[in-house]
């Protein structure tokens, strides 16, 4: 009986210690205002169907984010 209820509790302590959802990281949802970046590392601009696309990498505080600005002509 103690060897059942020991087993249990091991399986018990596994299942809690291997929940997905303390492992799964969280995604941070900040968004680096306009007039606060830093620095643009890479601009790239395409014309495509009449319509100008700017692609602009940005980095602040260790932060790195990807902005697609679309202007159709």
């Known amino acids: 009986m103690k060897k059942i209820l020991l087993l249990t509790t091991l399986f018990a302590t596994l299942f809690?210690?291997?929940?997905?959802?303390?492992?799964?990281?969280?995604?941070?949802?900040?968004?680096?205002?306009?007039?606060d970046i830093n620095s643009v590392k890479e601009r790239i601009s395409l014309e495509d169907n009449q319509?100008?696309?700017?692609?602009s990498i940005i980095s602040k505080d260790s932060i790195?984010?990807?902005?697609?600005?679309?202007t159709i002509n």
């Not at 809690?16 to 007039?35: D, R």
């Open 64 to 70: 790195w984010g990807l902005s697609k600005d679309i």
């Open 51 to 55: 319509e100008l696309v700017t692609y």
């Open 16 to 35: 809690t210690a291997c929940s997905e959802e303390e492992n799964t990281p969280e995604i941070p949802e900040y968004i680096i205002p306009e007039n």
